[in-house]
């Protein structure tokens, strides 16, 4: 922990220096373009047959010398940032472990199963990402092969979500009462969390008609959340001043769509067979951490061995 400390007050250090030579740098620079741009201006407005006078001649010579001035401080500052980058990375150098021979067993990473599974990992992750055109290019390159329903399945659940990111509740919707039956065995609400989302965007549309007659799905949701019910209907008595104006704003809270969305997600990924994390997502900070571990370890056997303690 010591060491990323390090790196990391070295890093700020490089970091808040090469802010300040950015803007001085600026200014100088800026400076000498103005003056450039005045004095060229100066000559123009001459008589075209006219030679430059001593005080115009005497201007160009002041302006060249304060140009070769100010491009000196900017490469002296350059290289004065250039050590401070060395710094740096002599810091990282000293800093961290760079021989990682003893992280690697020879099998476990480069056989020809551990490469497919660690493909198919990276190739699921992308499609849980939302990327299927990369995924699909890497399935080509790499030679693996999914079954097309599984990969369908990914698109399906990836343009769900992102119509939900619009506040488009219908495909979700219909997805939900495709599923009714499987979504049930697991006790989920998915459905009636996004009837109720469609149903406060009538009332807050000031569709009161079409709103008091989609009221009528709620029925069949009423043995369960008949509390939250009796509250959505309250809301009929805003429809047309409007909800943000009323107690029951909190409904149009972009919260809830969100909510939506990760139910939604979990929901898919159960019936898919899936974890809702992808396992690169998941291994991938369990592999570094065990690197640090065992890189720690490594050094300590071998500064042992040697008979140095390392700090």
């Not at 990402?129 to 890497?138: I, S």
């Amino acid at each position: 922990m010591e060491s990323c400390l390090s790196v990391e007050r070295e890093h700020e250090k490089v970091a808040n220096k090469l802010d300040v030579v950015r803007g001085s740098s600026l200014s100088r620079l800026q400076a000498v373009i103005d003056q450039v741009e005045s004095l060229k201006e100066r000559i123009r407005q001459a008589p075209g047959d006219s030679f430059l006078s001593t005080s115009e001649y005497d201007a160009v010579k002041d302006l060249a010398r304060e140009a070769r001035d100010v491009v000196a401080v900017v490469s002296n500052d350059h290289k004065d940032i250039h050590a401070s980058i060395s710094k740096l990375g002599r810091t990282i150098d000293k800093s961290f472990q760079t021989e990682i021979s003893g992280l690697c067993t020879d099998g476990v990473m480069f056989g020809e199963h551990s490469l497919l599974q660690l493909r198919t990992a990276i190739v699921e992750h992308l499609f849980r990402e939302g990327k299927m055109e990369v995924g699909q290019a890497l399935l080509h390159e790499a030679g693996i092969s999914l079954p097309l329903e599984h990969i369908e399945k990914f698109a399906d659940v990836n343009r769900i979500l992102e119509a939900l990111g619009r506040k488009e509740v219908e495909p979700a919707l219909e997805w939900s009462i495709v599923h009714r039956c499987e979504l049930a065995k697991q006790d989920s609400f998915l459905e009636f969390k996004l009837r109720k989302l469609k149903f406060i965007g009538l009332v807050s549309g000031g569709h009161t008609a079409e709103a008091l007659a989609y009221a009528k799905v709620f029925g069949q949701f009423a043995p369960h959340y008949l509390t939250e019910i009796k509250h959505l209907m309250g809301s009929f008595l805003y429809c047309h001043k409007g909800l943000e104006n009323s107690p029951y704003v909190h409904l149009l809270d972009p919260i809830h769509w969100t909510e939506a969305a990760d139910l939604f997600a979990q929901n898919a990924c159960k019936l898919m067979g899936l974890p809702l994390e992808s396992s690169l997502a998941v291994r991938y900070p369990s592999v570094c951490v065990c690197a640090c571990v065992r890189a720690c370890a490594h050094v300590w056997v071998w500064s042992q061995s040697i008979g140095v303690c390392p700090e």
